[in-house]
Nanobody, 121 residues
Framework: HVQLVESGGGSVQVGGSLRLSCVAS????????MGWFRQIPDKEREGVAG???????SYADSVKSRFTVSQDSARNILYLQMNSLKPEDTAVYYC????????????????WGQGTQVTVS
């Protein structure tokens, strides 16, 4: 069973930056396609970034050029660097393992962390 634990959320001003971290079970990072989803109140969860085992990345259009997903396989940690944050980025962010490859639909993820709140104001 894959366990995922996020950290790094918080409150930040518009235009600021945050880096989220996700500590995963041993031999998870670098083995599966991993990524990040977010959920805005009263809206469905949406995939924002994904990284394949070979390091190739994918992003939702809404965060492209502002967010960067990366991984440290040796330490089993997934990161999401978020720059130029906007109020519409306010959401709970979840670390996920994808069943296959990155997709924006929540059904594409098979394991979820507990989530970390990001507030931009």
């Amino acid at each position: 069973h894959v366990q995922l634990v996020e950290s790094g959320g918080g409150s930040v001003q518009v235009g600021g930056s945050l880096r989220l971290s996700c500590v995963a079970s041993v031999d998870t990072i670098g083995r599966y396609c991993m990524g990040w989803f977010r959920q805005i109140p009263d809206k469905e969860r949406e995939g924002v970034a994904g990284i394949e085992s070979d390091g190739s990345t994918s992003y939702a259009d809404s965060v492209k050029s502002r967010f960067t997903v990366s991984q440290d396989s040796a330490r089993n940690i997934l990161y999401l660097q978020m720059n130029s944050l906007k109020p519409e980025d306010t959401a709970v962010y979840y670390c996920v393992r994808f069943g296959s490859q990155f997709a924006t639909l929540a059904s594409s993820a098979v394991n979820w962390g507990q989530g970390t709140q990001v507030t931009v104001s």
